[in-house]
């Protein structure tokens, strides 16, 4: 299993009248990790489209626990439970400085060619430094 993690505080613009996070920012953290964690492999999201693949989200599922609200730093966790083949399942959550978990979610990436927008494998170049970081 392949795991990252990233913290930042939890902005005043993306909280609700009530001072909480509106449901829709939860989405933005988990890309935020995902998007990091892809960085960090040396791949970025910019070079594999450069390389004519695109990876849409293709479904997400969310589940809330608890609020995370203005002024909390958060860890947002993205962990891979496997290689993929033509989806990226991602398990993320986004945790409280309470070590409290606010939300947590399958978010699931596709692999697209960026030329004919048909699904594609996952491409050999992220597989290899997925390999390389661990994952199985």
Known sequence: MIRYETSFPVRYYECDPMGVVHHSNYLRYF?????EMIASWGYGVEQCQADGITFPVVSAELRFHRPAVSGDIVRVIAEIPKIPL????????????????CCEGIITLGFLSSVTGRPVRCPDKML??????GAE
Do not use: G, M, T, Y
Request: charged share 20%; net charge neutral.
């Open 31 to 35: 890309e935020c990790a995902r998007d």
């Open 86 to 101: 033509a989806k990226l399942v991602v398990n993320q959550q986004v945790i409280n400085q309470k070590a409290e978990i």
């Open 128 to 133: 290899a430094l997925l390999q390389a970081a």
